[in-house]
């Protein structure tokens, strides 16, 4: 494909969420993905057509039944030629199968050893299982996502998973790489999603400590406790958004739609935006400098003008699928390869290795292959 990480290799065992998000954004770019599934598939309760899951792209997929000696001594073999793996187990799971980071980094002084949890390698919660919204809950981010007086409101397990995981763990595995190609020597990223979710709250710690942010929801600027930065239900029963939070926008919010604030009516802005469709505020207010844009669903979002012109999302073999991002100049990322049927490039990669023929022959023929 090319990219800026073109020539590095990263094996990755598979799961679901942050560690093939963060294995997807480096196979984006141009690194070698070696994606190491399990016999039978995850047990995550997500099921489906592999060749369907855009996490799994760009990638080269492999079954090995890792509860087998043989197998773990193809991990192995595999890890010593690579730059970095990311595997995303509870603590100690990894270290049980024999290939935790003692062991690949003795064979490979120059991995970096990508970990990626909900709670960290350490602490007092490390070896419990949870979510997302377990995660951002304890980090202090999901009393900050709802409206004022009601509950909590989880924005689907964006910011756990990818924002604070598996982005995170992209940027961790890129830095330690980075690391590695200058010193020779690699090292373990242990990489939290509770850890990212309140790193990437960061502002809001910022604002509360200057006074700005009240420790309550729905009452913040950001968070709809200001009436022009929200959403708002159209006459077609669609909706908008507005983010007019300096006054010069403000002011032409409201001067393009011939709005005088009353301070007596906080529904007044409500109101206005019931009065025309979705499509006659698009007209009005989109692509000036009201901080407008319409609310658009997954069906829409694909053929709106913008996206289409900065071609933001790619229809790969009729799987359409957001892009790689972000742009580069000089090293821009190729076009994604479909989703691979686990296992497909099992005996090409075994190859790589030395494994001749008759030796792959016999190791799917004990079931270490799946």
Known sequence: MGGTLDGLRIVEFAGVGPGPFAAMMLADHGAEVIRVERPGGSDAGIRGDPTKD?????????VLDLAQPEAIEVVRALCARADGI??????GVMERLGIGPHVLLGDNARLVYGRVTGWGQTGPLAHAAGHDINYIALAGNLHT???????????????GDFGGGGMLLAFGMVSALLHAARTGKGQVIDCAMVDGAALIASMIWSLRAMGSWRDERGVNVLDTGADYYDTYETADRKYIAVGAIEPRFRAELYQRCGFEPDSRDPNALATLFRTRTREDWCAL?????????PVLSMEEAPRHAHNRARRTF????GLVQPAPAPRFSVTPAGRPSPPAQPGRDTEAVLATLGYDAARIAALRERGILG
Not at 285 to 293: I, K, N, P, R, V
Not at 314 to 317: A, T
């Open 314 to 317: 790619v229809d790969v073999e």
């Open 145 to 159: 996502y709802g409206r004022a007086g009601q509950k909590p409101t989880p924005p689907a397990n964006a910011v």
């Open 54 to 62: 855009i996490l799994t792209r760009s990638r080269k997929s492999i």
């Open 285 to 293: 207010l989109e692509g000036t400098d009201a901080c407008f844009a």
């Open 86 to 91: 990311i595997e995303g187990f509870r603590p």
